[in-house]
């Protein structure tokens, strides 16, 4: 794994990306996990104070009749339920469930049996320690989507701003639908390009690319939702969120950056702090355009 992970190589004059920066790279599910925790493996602490609320969802929530960062957490995950159609007793998996805050709502809100599946032994142990301390029926693996196996069908999968980071997204449909039980759903949120002429990268995108290991895979709608119908799902309806609902997220997330700041400094350093914000204000300046979309895609299993 190349030393300069996690920060843009320093050049004198900027001669666009190399090789190894651009999109799509290929990794194995153990290098896919190591420079995935580059991003994941900070302080949880950190996270939670720039999410805010109560569940700490790492995602663009639902900014429409909400004031606060637990309200706009819960609103998209019941937008996430009414759309799976979930029910009492069914069961559920979370494929990057974080620090489990999304997984464990839905559980204890609705009545399911939820399974999440993160990369990194922090999420892990943050997650574990919300189930127990909620009750929720819900099991946490550190497991990579590859190389996860479960003799009982799931009534629903879902994934929320998490697989840009997966590089073999047909495979992952595939896998999701082997898992998924007859007529059973299955729910992505993603950022999507607008046009596949900006999958070429500039400085920023690079920058943005290196502070997540190197995992980016952005697509357009159009190619994500031809995989679908390649592994077999019907799709439901694609589903745009409106721009404003990430231009508030990421103010949000800004303000909650600068309320913590001393604390924040302090758990990564100001570096990486500093990156960080960078970070925040450039996608600001993304969602200000025409680059991208946010959309909510379901499917069922046929």
Not at 172 to 180: I, P, V
């Amino acid at each position: 794994m190349d030393k300069q992970m996690g920060s843009v190589p320093p050049r004198t004059q900027w001669q666009g990306p190399t090789t190894e920066q651009e999109f799509y790279q290929v990794y194995s599910p153990d290098e896919d996990k190591a420079r995935t925790n580059v991003h994941y493996e900070q302080p949880p602490e950190f996270f939670y104070a720039i999410t805010g609320g109560k569940w700490n969802v790492y995602s663009c929530n639902w900014w429409q009749g909400t004031t606060t960062d637990t309200e706009a957490q819960e609103a998209k995950l019941d937008l996430f339920a009414r759309l799976m159609n979930l029910q009492p007793g069914q069961r559920i998996l979370d494929v990057g469930c974080g620090w489990g805050g999304p997984l464990t709502y839905l559980s204890t809100t609705y009545g399911v049996e939820g399974v999440g599946l993160t990369l990194s032994s922090a999420q892990r142990q943050c997650a574990e320690e919300r189930v127990a301390s909620t009750g929720a029926n819900v099991q946490i693996h550190q497991q990579h989507w590859a190389l996860y196996e479960d003799d009982r069908p799931f009534d629903a999968i879902y994934t929320d701003e998490v697989i840009v980071h997966f590089e073999d997204l047909q495979g992952f449909f595939e896998k999701s639908h082997k898992l998924l039980k007859p007529g059973g759903y299955f729910l992505n949120k993603e950022l999507h390009f607008t046009n596949s002429r900006y999958t070429s990268l500039g400085r920023a995108a690079v920058f943005i690319n290196e502070l997540y290991g190197r995992t980016g895979n952005y697509r357009t709608l159009a190619e994500e939702l031809i995989m679908l119908d390649a592994a077999g799902f019907v799709l439901q309806g694609a589903y745009p969120m409106d721009k404003h609902h990430y231009r508030v997220q990421n103010e949000r997330w800004q303000a909650n950056m600068h309320a913590h700041q001393e604390r924040l400094r302090l758990l990564v350093g100001d570096t990486y702090y500093r990156q960080f914000r960078a970070y925040l204000k450039l996608v600001g300046k993304v969602f200000s355009g025409h680059q991208m979309t946010i959309d909510i895609v379901v499917s069922q299993k046929l």
